[in-house]
């Protein structure tokens, strides 16, 4: 990498490991999202503990017996079972890092208390990922995939659609088209590869608590339920609403469950102005036929993610980095930055003593200020003026010039000539390697 003004010198970057790595993960999908940060974390050279959820412990002992079943990664990952008073016991041991997927509220929890010793960390917190049709969509694609995108997992997603923002011209025709999707919708659960079902259990009691307060709120509050809304044990059918808006806690909070809120609105300034309004930004999807207008839109839009006619398959890319903003966390996972977020950036900077005629060594003599702005100028300016700027000052307060004292000129330019010889030989070595670059390339 260029290491500025100093070129007889080498800079570059390391990137090192943390060291110990805490993985504190959830319960929705409890073995990828436990084992897949784990992983990125050895990979970047960390040991690890996993805290994974007390609510889904039979996964969690399963991931340990498969740890314990490599000898190598025995060596280098330990699982320690418990609910949330054990996970900040292992914070307050104080990790080099953290790494937790969970809810908002337990983000905040986790970040307050590794703040009290400055541990970093990276935060996958919760959703409210909305979905915007606009006019020119494809709108039986745009049902179809909203509907499964709301119920995926029984809609126990971070990624879930959790409110749909439809165009007023293509709203009715919308509505229709979801409420028919969610009807075909089979509730039930079986181990069968092939299963029949498409919308399984909750996971937590917790939750459909959650999920039925907040239906039970919207309805007071004026919506209507299309479709679906009933419990039935562990079960929640899929549901649809409508007229719902902003003070209802199902267009507030996350869900986290099968209910797809559908809002109309006038064009789709009013849909990105609600969809931004939201605190949570992990993700959005929005549906046009138009891909230039897509790409405007997701510009606009303040969230981790956009998906284009399409929904949650963002995750699904390995080399994507994954994550979100404001309420919904920070750091990322998956990519380059997944892998990285695990290291720190160690700098080093090397070379032989400096030498009298180096820029760097004559910036730090008394004096110098003038001769390190010019050059600085000189180097660094924006187009060819601001880089001539210094000359021409430097010319301009030469009396000497007046009566053609050409010796004094030099002597006033004398400070400048070793600078500008190790610019000149930068230049030319940079050439030089640029060209020879470029033949190794054509041969």
């Not at 935060?123 to 006019?135: F, Q, R």
């Not at 959650?210 to 339920?225: I, T």
Request: proline share 6%; charged share 20%.
């Amino acid at each position: 990498m260029s290491s500025g003004l100093y070129f007889t010198k080498r800079a570059s970057v390391e990137y090192r490991p943390y060291g110990v790595v805490l993985v504190l993960s959830p319960w929705n999908y409890p073995l990828m999202l436990a084992l897949a940060p784990l992983l990125a974390a050895l990979l970047a050279g960390n040991v690890v503990v996993l805290k994974p959820s007390e609510v889904t412990p039979a996964t969690g002992a399963l991931v340990e017996k498969l740890l314990n079943s490599i000898p190598e990664l025995a060596l280098v990952a330990r699982v320690v079972h418990g609910d949330g008073a054990t996970g900040a016991t292992l914070v307050q041991a104080r990790p080099d890092y953290i790494f937790l997927t969970g809810s908002t509220s337990t983000g905040i929890k986790v970040s307050r208390a590794a703040a009290e010793f400055l541990i970093p960390g990276s935060y996958e917190l919760g959703g409210k990922d909305a979905m915007l049709v606009l006019e020119d969509a494809d709108l039986p694609a745009a049902a179809h995939w909203g509907v499964w995108a709301s119920n995926y997992n029984a809609g126990q997603s971070c990624v879930a659609i959790e409110r749909a923002y439809v165009v007023q011209p293509v709203y009715e025709q919308f509505v229709n088209l979801t409420v028919a999707e969610t009807q075909a919708l089979e509730v039930g659960y079986s181990t069968a590869k092939d299963s029949r079902f498409n919308v399984g259990p909750m996971t937590d009691p917790r939750q459909i608590a959650v999920v039925m307060r907040h239906l039970q709120d919207a309805l007071e509050k004026g919506a209507r339920l299309l479709t679906g809304g009933e419990r039935r044990g562990s079960y929640i059918t899929p549901a649809v609403l409508v007229d719902v808006d902003s003070s209802m806690l199902i267009m507030q909070e996350e869900t986290f469950g099968p209910v797809l809120p559908i809002v109309a609105v006038a064009d789709e300034d009013e849909a990105i102005a609600l969809t931004n309004a939201s605190r949570y930004g992990l993700g959005v999807s929005i549906w046009t036929s138009d891909l230039k207008r897509a790409r405007r839109v997701a510009a606009r839009l303040k969230s981790g993610t956009a998906v284009i006619n399409d929904a949650v398959a963002h995750f699904g890319v390995g080399m994507l980095p994954f994550g979100g903003v404001n309420d919904s966390g920070y750091g990322r996972t998956h990519g380059k930055e997944g892998l990285l977020q695990f290291t720190y950036p160690f700098s080093r900077l090397e070379g032989s003593p400096p030498y009298a005629w180096d820029i760097a060594t004559l910036a730090r003599q008394a004096g110098r200020y003038e001769l390190i702005a010019a050059l600085i100028r000189l180097m660094m300016g924006v187009g060819p003026r601001q880089r001539l700027e210094p000359v021409v000052e430097l010319l301009a307060q030469a009396p000497e010039l007046k009566h053609k004292d050409w010796s004094t000129v030099r002597r006033r330019l004398a400070p400048f000539l070793p600078a500008l010889g190790a610019v000149s030989l930068a230049a030319g070595a940079l050439a030089g390697a640029a060209l020879l670059t470029g033949k190794r390339r054509k041969h």
